[in-house]
C-alpha cells in the first residue's frame, strides 16, 4: 500500500491550499480516509476523516473540507481561511473501519506527509 500527498507549500494567512492523496495498493472504496497534521514539537492530531460519511476536528469545520474521488482513488483535503497555527505536515492515512475515525491507532497506512508553512 502506498500513500503519496501533495500540494503543500508556502500560503499566506487567510488563504487557501489543497492537499491532494492519491493511494495505491488497497480496494480504496472499503477505507476510511483520514488526514492528520503534526507541528513540530507536538503530537500528531486529528484533521479529517471520510468514508461514507466526514468527520472533522473542532477547529477545523467550516475552514477545512475533505472530499474523495475513489473512481481515482484519491482523497483531498481544501484548506482555506488558513492561520499560522494550522502550519505542520499533513499527513493521509487509511483505516479498514465503518465508520471515519479519529483515532491515529486505526489508521494502519500513512503517507509520508506535506508541509504546510503558513506566513502572517
Known amino acids: 500500500v502506498q500513500l503519496q500527498a501533495s500540494g503543500g507549500g508556502l500560503v499566506q494567512a487567510g488563504g487557501s491550499s489543497r492537499l491532494s492523496c492519491a493511494a495505491s495498493g488497497l480496494t480504496f472504496s472499503d477505507y476510511n480516509m483520514g488526514w492528520f497534521r503534526q507541528a513540530p514539537g507536538k503530537e500528531r492530531e486529528f484533521v479529517a476523516a471520510i468514508k461514507w460519511s466526514t468527520r472533522y476536528a473542532d477547529s477545523m469545520k467550516g475552514r477545512f473540507t475533505i472530499s474523495r474521488d475513489n473512481a481515482k482513488n484519491m482523497v483531498y483535503l481544501q484548506m482555506s481561511s488558513l492561520k499560522p497555527e494550522d502550519a505542520a505536515v499533513y499527513y493521509c492515512?487509511?483505516?479498514?473501519?465503518?465508520?471515519?475515525?479519529?483515532?491515529?491507532?486505526?489508521?494502519?497506512?500513512w503517507g509520508q506527509g506535506t508541509l504546510v508553512t503558513v506566513s502572517s
Open positions: 492515512a487509511a483505516a479498514n473501519t465503518v465508520l471515519p475515525s479519529t483515532s491515529t491507532h486505526q489508521y494502519r497506512y
